[in-house]
C-alpha cells in the first residue's frame, strides 16, 4: 500500500521550532517532487514549499521564506520541512504530497499523507 505519513506536529510558542517529517512507504520518493501544503480552519488549503526529485530545487511560498527550510534523505525515503520563528498565522494542519516526476511546484500531487497539526501559541 502506498503511504505518506507526517509527522512531527504539535504546540509551540511564538518564536519557536518544529520539524515535520514526511515518511514515504510502499514506493520510492526518489522520482517524486514533493510538496507541503497547509491548511487553517476556515481557509483554503495553500501550498508552503516544494522539492524537486533529485532535491536540488525547492521554492517556498512568500509566507515562510527564510523561516522555513525542506529538505530530503533518500536514505530514510523521508522529506523534511523545518520551521523555525514560528507565528501564531502557521497555525494549520500541515500535509505532504508527492508528484512524479521532474517539477518543483508541486501543483498536481499523486499522493497525499493525512496531515499533523501544527499549533503556534502563548
Known amino acids: 500500500q502506498l503511504q505518506l505519513v507526517e509527522s512531527g506536529g504539535g504546540l509551540v510558542q511564538p518564536g519557536g521550532s518544529l520539524r515535520l517529517s514526511c515518511a514515504a512507504s510502499g514506493f520510492t520518493l526518489d522520482y517524486y517532487a514533493i510538496g507541503w501544503f497547509r491548511q487553517a480552519p476556515g481557509k483554503e488549503r495553500e501550498g508552503v514549499s516544494c522539492i524537486s526529485s533529485g532535491g536540488g530545487s525547492t521554492n517556498y511560498a512568500d509566507a515562510v521564506k527564510g523561516r522555513f527550510t525542506i529538505s530530503r534523505d533518500k536514505a530514510k525515503n523521508t522529506v523534511y520541512l523545518q520551521m523555525n520563528s514560528l507565528k501564531p498565522e502557521d497555525t494549520a494542519i500541515y500535509y505532504c504530497?508527492?508528484?512524479?516526476?521532474?517539477?518543483?511546484?508541486?501543483?498536481?500531487?499523486?499522493?497525499w499523507g493525512q496531515g499533523t497539526q501544527v499549533t503556534v501559541s502563548s
Open positions: 504530497a508527492a508528484e512524479f516526476g521532474i517539477t518543483t511546484m508541486c501543483s498536481r500531487p499523486d499522493y
